[in-house]
């Protein structure tokens, strides 16, 4: 009963040591990809690599059986725990760096801090002042204590203990009750990591009476503990710079962490497991290793797609109305492809009803009436279209007897908006008979099919009116999220740039989106805020005066900064933005014309003609900065306190 317990606990204790490894290293990963910029996350990444080193260590120790053998990983695991206290203080001081408490003897103690953990490594490595020989048993190896361990221990805690004091220092310069909350669970977690990471056996020398099954036990409990706490410290540490919201951020945090480590912990686990159920059910170990690794993956991520509604509801319980009409208009929304698709299923169903060939429908745009789909031969509805004037034909006078308009051989049908006051469109099918006649069955079946295309279209010109909406809003929604992304500290409001909010502003975007759309005349070029611009005044004696014409020159300017280097090309990706802006702006190409000849949708180019608009309007900002000689931002002043 006793080795069967010694075996549940020591395999417990590698499951979740591989937990750790496993936690700390995509945390890791994910800080460095999302949040590599912030000096916070930085310094945590750093305390997550020294982590992910002394578990994995800890884990090779559990494999080994002689005492030699462990030497090399006990020294291995202290590559992490020599220099745990050096990141402590680093990640403490970056914290409060974050909220403009500046200080040139605290950071000249983190670069101490580093040099004595690099000189306490030396010696572990080198010599037995820190650590000398110590013991080894199947459920633990150690070193014991040098003459020089007490110092360490002294330097270890506190360094730790100094850390917390300025995490405590950053909670009171906090002002917001989002800000302060999130600190005290930064708080809470704090010294979870540090006390996992200090070698504790060290300082028991494990007396022969002391119960392997309780310090098993123990080590279990406190590697569930910190592997917890790292979540909840990285949770925390996530949102620092991040300009995404809130609840973003969570979702692919979360999302991440239930897709990665999970899954992979949950893979190892069942790996580390097999060795027991292969001696149970009689087969290779590498046919339960496939089996068990296969289906786990597969019934994890099967099991989280379907939980992934319940894990949101929960993750964003105040938000759940609004992201659920959010996500039913993603759901509801027509793409070009969708439209043209019913559309083609409505006009198929028209021409199988009449028994004929050839229809189509089209829609005004640019004053001119497009083709949004067409049966049969193409060419009889063109030399219709060319033939006829379409805009005259449906405007004059009233439908027939049987609810259509008959000309040229092709009937055809209006189609209104609901308000009934505009027409959206026309269905029209090759005439089926030299004189109009519908059946009642067909004038109803038809009339359902008409209102069908009436509603589809509708739709669409609802969703250009929200697009255009939002095209509209992108930018201020840019500038709030800007602004969401810096937390409120104490002596931070009055000394914090405001440039970049107004280089960025909604007005700035909105004027060069104007300006490139009048860019060869119009009163939004003549009366453009723009001709203000620094740029703009000073280059006003190479266009003879002519601010216009100045203008004009800076934006083109700005357009060519965007050009790539070598031969043009109307499909490498790196030339797609310049492509767009030189047709549409410079050429003055309309957006069909764009579309066919750069072989795209047409919804596509307007996203990505947003995205080159964007980039002009930083261009022009950032010509604008420099012409004001506006270099690096002003540094944030130490308080008298906090001076060295």
């Known amino acids: ?82 220099f745990v206290p050096a990141i402590y203080l680093h990640f403490s001081d970056a914290l409060l760096r974050s909220t403009n408490a500046y200080s040139r003897r605290r950071r000249l103690a983190v670069a101490l801090s580093y040099l004595t953990s690099g000189a306490f490594l030396l010696l572990v490595t080198l010599t037995d002042l820190v650590v000398r020989d110590g013991f080894f048993f199947p459920q633990a190896a150690q070193f014991q ?63 022969a009476e002391f119960s392997p099954p309780l310090l098993l036990l123990l080590n279990l409990l406190a590697k569930i503990g910190i592997a917890l706490m790292i979540i909840v410290m990285a949770y925390t540490v996530a949102y620092q710079g991040a300009l995404a919201p809130d609840r973003v951020v969570k979702h692919n945090l979360i999302h991440y962490l239930l897709r990665g480590p999970l899954v992979a912990t949950a893979v190892v686990g069942l790996m580390l497991s097999v060795p027991t159920v292969e001696r149970w059910l009689g087969l290779t170990r590498e046919t339960i290793l496939f089996a068990t690794v296969i289906g786990a ?50 006009l198929s169903a028209t021409c199988d009803l009449l028994q004929v060939q050839t229809g189509f429908v089209v829609a005004p745009e640019d004053g001119e009436w497009k083709i949004e789909t067409a049966t049969g031969p193409r060419e009889l509805v063109r030399q219709f279209l060319g033939a006829k004037n379409l805009t005259q034909l449906v405007g004059e006078g009233g439908a027939n007897a049987h609810g259509f308009i008959a000309g040229d051989g092709f009937w055809l049908w209006r189609l209104r908006a609901k308000s009934r006051e505009g027409v959206i469109g026309v269905l029209g099918v090759a005439a089926r008979t030299p004189e109009p006649a519908l059946s009642e069955r067909e004038q109803k079946m038809i009339a359902a099919l008409v209102a069908q295309a009436e509603l589809a279209l509708e739709d669409r010109q609802l969703q250009q009116g929200v697009f255009s909406a939002f095209e509209q809003l992108s930018s201020e929604i840019e500038l709030l999220q800007r602004a969401r992304g810096k937390p409120r500290y104490v002596g931070g409001i009055a000394s914090e740039r405001v440039e970049d909010e107004v280089v960025a502003s909604s007005d700035f975007h909105h004027a060069v989106k104007d300006a490139l759309d009048h860019y060869w005349g119009g009163p939004k070029l003549t009366a453009s805020p723009l001709l203000q611009l620094n740029i703009v005044q000073e280059s006003l004696d190479d266009y003879e005066g002519n601010p216009v014409r100045a203008l004009r020159g800076q934006i083109a300017r700005a357009i060519e900064t965007l050009k790539p280097d070598g031969t043009r090309s109307l499909t490498a990706p790196e030339w797609l933005l310049y492509n767009i802006l030189e047709f549409k702006v410079m050429q003055g190409m309309k957006v069909r014309e764009i579309a066919l000849k750069l072989a795209m949708s047409e919804s596509d180019l307007y996203r990505k003609q947003r995205i080159a608009i964007q980039e002009v309007a930083k261009t022009l900002a950032t010509m604008e900065e420099q012409s004001q000689g506006k270099g690096a931002g002003n540094g944030t002043q130490a308080s008298p306190d906090e001076r060295g």
């Open 145 to 207: 204590a040098g003459v020089l361990f007490p110092l360490f221990a002294i330097f270890f805690f506190a360094l730790t203990v100094w850390g917390f004091y300025n995490i405590r220092k950053a909670y009171k310069r906090c002002l917001t009750s989002t800000t302060r909350r999130r600190m005290t669970y930064l708080a809470a977690a704090f010294f979870a990591p540090a006390l996992g990471a200090f070698p504790y056996l060290i300082i028991a020398s494990f007396p």
């Open 1 to 82: 009963m006793l080795n069967l317990l010694l075996s549940i606990l020591s395999l417990g204790n590698i499951i979740f040591s591989s937990a750790i490894i496993i936690v700390a290293l995509s945390l890791f990963l994910y800080l460095l990809a999302n949040n590599f910029r912030n000096s916070v996350a930085r310094s945590f990444s750093g305390l997550l690599a020294f982590l992910t080193i002394i578990y994995t260590g800890d884990v090779f120790l559990q494999r080994v059986e002689t005492f030699a053998d462990a030497v090399v990983w006990l020294k291995f695991k202290w590559i992490g725990i020599a």
């Open 297 to 346: 993956i597969v019934t994890l991520e099967l099991a989280i797609n379907l939980a992934k509604p319940w894990i949101d509801k929960i993750i964003f319980w105040g938000d759940r109305e609004d992201l659920e009409r959010i996500q039913e208009i993603d759901k509801r929304l027509l793409t070009t492809s969708d439209l043209r698709q019913l559309l083609e299923n409505i």
